[in-house]
């Protein structure tokens, strides 16, 4: 589906295109003729001037004339005739000139093969060329021109410049190869060989490039992918972006092959599972033991990808959704829902795509989009087939929560102009009637109401749509019929008159005195009518015919005499087959005896889908899915092997490298490691690194990340003395991207595995690994061997070593400013991942605020041997106030009033808890009182157990938990008595989804500067009188929200912080005193919760009175 762009070479004059073509105009006195030239004249000598300039002396003419002539090409003009001269050209030794030749060549060589074939010598010279867009250039020439006969030398100048010292030209030999392997399929296995080679190439630029290649020729063998899989997937965020879309979906059918299925049903998602990665292989056998941990592998595709979701590229972000919905457990998937919602906001063709995949999705997954329901609701300026996609989307969504409001909105849409599209509504109202059972009746009446529209299509549509409806209970709706009945005459669209046809026929007995009159109606008319409508006349002649013969015996006769002599074959087919059928003489066979019971026999009711129901079948994003038929070229994606295959074809092997002698002296040895995961020169690179940290001492005022990315001259001459030349000139050869990806991955590496031999040296380099671990200890590969690598690597892995680490690590090294400064600078690099990477657990307590990984790092960085962490508080108020559930008179005797306790939910952490007084204000006593088991919405609700009496004039308290999701959508439910069920909804108020925590006042000003930008509300208000002391400006803030109060050195500054009860989520409020003024800011990922709460401490503070 992609088009990969082969012409990617960016020229130094490719600005100067557009003025050789305005020079074509201006300058008349260029041709040695001195005419007045106009470059787009009729004239059949149009470029003799051009071809003189081509064949002249002077290269400057030649320069000028190649920039019109590239020009041309770029309006869409044909400049063929001019390939002799320009093909003279390509040897000039003038590099501009040669690289604009090279632009024409590849435009026109596969339709001038014959005279490109003449230069074929001066291509093959030109691959040797210094310059490496030359080489490129040549050999995108080669491979277009479409001559077998070349097919060896373009095989040689393939595996040439597979070997090329240049990453862009490697990338066009990868392009290359999908041209040849189009002209002779024979060479497949000498170019999987180049492809296997191209595929251990570590240049992010050639990455997009050789899979494309692997795609299109030998698609089915994975195990070319195998050493290369985990390079691919720590390369993917920094390749180009239409190569991040080729890989991943080639990662996807690689995973669907490698990995088992995290859709069972005992998975267990263990946030520590990455830890599986580097353990030892007895670990791995207990791990096993396990129902299932997901692959570390399968992680690894996961994590790396997401980030991709915030991509500019619409391509990019669909291709991580359809990863994520095709290998990501079911809880992972609403990370990508919003992605896919901002691509909303594209052009129409992106929305057409995204929405078409939308639809596919929400048919299993509703819960995904139900949230962001109103990015679907039709606007004005919509296109028909969006308008419909979003009607399909909507109809989806349908649930008995929200059904309200979307058919509020498809009243709106029946109205629309766009008559397909008010057709396409009906439709989706009558499926909602059909999946929704409590809204049927509703569905039909308005759909009633519809019939006397003026509208034709809107009445043919709704006729149609009621006719299914009528099937699942006809008996109760024979009003319905008759009405329909009474329209009949004014009803034009065949399909219509034929659905009310079939209906009177269908239900003729509902019906006896109506049905006969419509016949005799049709009788008038049928030879006027379509012929859906006499195929239906027929149906109800024979009906009426079996049910009523007295009235319309003659009736029936003259119908199927008219049918015997129609023009169309179909009815004289079926008019003679129902006379043998229901009129028996003596030439009937037995099926008259059951006439009855084959034409009155009951139908089961049509079952209204969605268009998408099969589209599931094909993979999401691509071409076949749009056109829900199988394209050419479409690789299916199979299904999940039972069984895992073996993960250590994934291993890549490492050869250890043979150490200096002084190595152990400079304090950097490198311990040896049984699991080995990155290859020889990244272990020599990472060494490297290592040096360059601590070499790098003396100018340390810049961050890590930018004595990283310096430049390649000062690395090295900082690392002359310390690296043999073979690492310089590895590190030399990888950008530095690469560095500081691989550094950080191996630092990690380290953090997750202790070191026991570098606690064994670290008695003997304590005095010299001291000086250095304030120099470069965080950027040490192998956790250095002085005391504080060792004893950091330990503190992040081991929970039980944590405390006496810390102590003496403070002990040995009183002063820690520069390191600390250094590692959370370093730190900040590697946060991307945190929510999907955690090591081993930490013995102090913490919160679910923050991730374990960050928090162990930050505790880690503490200088003190007790590290801060945010706890939970109790409440600071609790409002008595109680709301109203169910009115008396609503519940038949029966209220109840909820008030929210803010507290802890007993029934699961993620959980609101409540309190519920049922009362029963009736004469009699009310049994059986619960709550329903299905709830209306999506959310997670604990019930109370069931009362099983409540006397008169009674009350009860109970308690139960309601997961909100931390959102302010109410949560509807059924209460029901023995006798009666009652729809109620809780409400909650913004403040209530929040519990307390207490922290210090530094880790909150802290905390607070990690929420900044987007994450930040404020509002500045004036302060009433009563509310400048604190004591009135802390009660009226924490009764708006349940929040704790966090203590504070300042008198005209409060500070209140909580967490979201569903996913933890900090929420930090400060109100700053300036007199009269005060500044209200709250600081939270969630916005819309944190602009909700500015709008009501607004209103409480600016208020006056308690």
């Not at 979307?406 to 909602?432: H, M, N, P, W």
């Not at 810049?702 to 390649?712: L, N, P, W």
């Not at 560095?739 to 590496?749: F, G, Q, R």
Request: aromatic share 6%.
């Amino acid at each position: 589906m992609l088009g990969m762009s082969a012409n990617s070479v960016s020229y130094n004059d490719q600005g100067s295109v557009e003025s050789g073509v305005d020079a074509a105009q201006e300058n008349s006195n260029i041709s040695s003729g001195g005419a007045a030239f106009s470059l787009f004249s009729a004239d059949y000598k149009k470029n003799e001037d051009l071809k003189e300039m081509l064949e002249s002396n002077k290269e400057s003419l030649k320069l000028e004339a190649m920039k019109r002539i590239v020009g041309l090409i770029a309006k869409g003009k044909n400049a063929s005739e001019l390939f002799p001269a320009v093909v003279k050209n390509v040897a000039s030794k003038n590099i501009e000139l040669k690289k604009l030749v090279y632009v024409y060549l590849v435009r026109y060589a596969e339709e001038q093969q014959d005279l490109a074939l003449l230069s074929i010598s001066t291509f093959q010279r030109a691959l040797k060329d210094p310059n490496q867009l030359i080489r490129a250039s040549a050999l995108r020439v080669l491979s277009s021109i479409r001559v077998p006969i070349i097919v060896p030398i373009m095989m040689l100048a393939i595996k040439e410049a597979s070997t090329d010292l240049s990453p862009y030209v490697r990338k066009t030999a990868a392009h290359a190869i999908q041209k040849l392997y189009s002209l002779d399929p024979d060479q497949k296995e000498h170019l999987i060989e180049v492809i296997e080679k191209l595929l251990k190439d570590k240049s992010t630029l050639v990455a997009g490039s050789v899979v494309m290649a692997f795609e299109e020729v030998c698609p089915d063998r994975i195990d070319l992918i195998h050493k290369n899989y985990r390079k691919l997937c720590n390369l993917l965020v920094d390749v180009e972006e239409w190569g991040q879309v080729v890989i991943i979906h080639m990662l996807t059918r690689y995973a669907r092959t490698q990995f088992v299925s995290p859709w069972r049903e005992d998975a267990v998602f263990d946030e520590n599972s990455e830890k599986a990665f580097y353990d030892s292989e007895e670990e791995r056998r207990v791990d096993q033991s396990k129902p299932y941990i997901m692959d570390p592998d399968h992680r690894l595709l996961l994590r790396n990808t997401k980030p991709l979701l915030q991509s500019r590229n619409t391509a990019v972000v669909m291709a991580v959704s359809q990863l994520y919905w095709h290998l990501a457990p079911k809880h992972e998937l609403s990370i990508i829902t919003k992605s896919l919602v901002r691509l909303l906001r594209s052009h129409r063709e992106v929305q057409y795509i995204v929405l078409q995949n939308i639809a596919t999705m929400s048919i299993q997954r509703k819960g995904m989009f139900e949230p962001f329901m109103k990015s679907f609701y039709v606007r004005s300026t919509d296109a028909t087939h969006i308008k419909t996609l979003k009607l399909e989307i909507l109809t989806n969504l349908a649930n008995e929560a929200n059904i309200s409001t979307i058919l509020r909105e498809f009243q709106t849409y029946v109205k629309s102009q766009d008559k397909a599209f008010a057709a396409a509504t009906i439709q989706a109202i009558g499926r909602c009637a059909t999946n929704i059972s409590e809204v049927t009746d509703t569905c039909l009446n308005g759909l009633v109401l519809l019939l006397s529209s003026r509208d034709e299509t809107v009445v043919a549509e709704s006729v149609v749509v009621i006719k299914k409806l009528l099937q699942t209970q006809p008996s109760q709706h024979s009003d319905i019929i008759k009405h329909m009945a009474k329209l009949f005459d004014n009803i034009t669209v065949p399909m219509a008159r034929a659905s009310i046809l079939w209906l009177m026929g269908e239900y003729c007995e509902h019906v006896p005195k109506i049905a006969p009159d419509v016949l005799r109606k049709m009788a008038k008319s049928f030879t006027s009518e379509e012929d859906i409508v006499k195929l239906q006349t027929v149906n109800l002649a024979a009906k009426l015919y079996l049910t009523n013969s007295k009235q319309t015996k003659l009736l029936t006769q003259y119908i199927l005499n008219l049918g015997k002599y129609d023009q169309n074959y179909d009815i004289r087919d079926r008019t003679r087959f129902i006379r043998q059928l229901i009129v028996p003489n003596e030439k009937s066979g037995a099926l008259s005896k059951y006439a009855r019971r084959i034409l009155m026999a009951p139908k089961p009711a049509p079952v209204l889908q969605s268009a998408f129901k099969d589209r599931d079948r094909f993979q999401l994003g691509t071409l076949s899915h749009t056109l829900n038929s199988q394209a050419n070229g479409y690789l299916e994606l199979s299904d999940w092997p039972a069984v895992a295959p073996d993960q250590s074809v994934r291993t890549v092997e490492v050869v250890e490298p043979v150490k200096e002698a002084g190595a152990p002296a400079l304090g950097k040895s490198k311990p040896a490691k049984s699991d080995k995961f990155y290859s020889d020169s990244e272990e020599e690179e990472e060494e490297e690194e290592e040096e360059e940290g601590s070499s790098s001492e003396d100018s340390s005022s810049s961050s890590s990340e930018e004595s990283e990315s310096g430049s390649e001259s000062e690395e090295n001459s900082g690392d002359s003395n310390k690296s043999s030349s073979s690492q310089s000139e590895k590190s030399s050869s990888e950008s530095d991207s690469e560095k500081k990806k691989k550094t950080l991955k191996n630092k990690k590496l380290q953090q997750q595995k202790p070191d026991h031999k570098d606690r064994k040296q670290k008695n003997g380099n304590a005095v010299k690994g001291e000086s250095e671990s304030e120099s470069g200890s965080e950027s040490s590969s192998s956790g250095s061997s002085s005391e504080s690598g060792s004893e950091s690597g330990s503190e992040l892995d081991s929970d039980s070593d944590s405390g006496t680490d810390q102590k003496k690590n403070t002990k040995s090294k009183p002063v820690q400013s520069k390191p600390v400064t250094k590692k959370v600078e370093k730190k900040e690099v590697s946060l991307l991942d945190l929510d999907d990477f955690s090591p081993a657990p930490i013995s102090t307590p913490k919160s679910s605020i923050l991730s374990p990984s960050l928090l162990s790092d930050l505790q880690g960085l503490s200088i003190s041997p007790t590290a801060s962490a945010l706890q939970a508080s109790s409440p600071v108020f609790v409002p008595e106030t109680s709301h109203e559930l169910l009115h008396r008179m609503t519940g038949k005797g029966l209220s109840a009033q909820y008030r929210f306790t803010r507290q802890p939910c007993i029934y699961g952490n993620s959980m609101v808890s409540l309190q519920l007084t049922l009362s029963n204000s009736s004469d009699q006593a009310l049994e059986n009182i619960h709550i329903s088991e299905k709830s209306s919405t999506g959310q997670n609700i604990h019930r109370f157990n069931t009362i099983e009496r409540l006397e008169p004039q009674a009350s009860i308290t109970v308690s139960m938990g309601v997961d909100f999701n931390d959102s302010t959508q109410a949560a509807n439910f059924q209460l029901c008595t023995k006798e009666d069920e009652f729809s109620v909804s809780i409400q909650p108020a913004v403040g209530e989804l929040l519990l307390p925590v207490t922290m210090s006042e530094a880790d909150f000003t802290k905390e607070q500067g990690k929420l900044v930008g987007m994450n930040e509300s404020s509002a500045t208000i004036p302060m009433m009188p009563e509310n400048i002391s604190s004591q009135p400006v802390s009660r009226k803030v924490v009764s708006v929200a349940n929040l704790g109060v966090i203590p504070s050195g300042q008198d005209n500054i409060h500070r209140f912080a909580g967490k979201t009860v569903s996913s933890g989520s900090l929420v930090l409020v400060s109100v700053v005193q300036k007199d009269p003024d005060a500044v209200i800011t709250v600081n939270t990922e969630k916005t819309v919760m944190g602009s909700m709460l500015l709008r009501q401490f607004k209103t409480a503070l600016t208020n006056s009175g308690p």
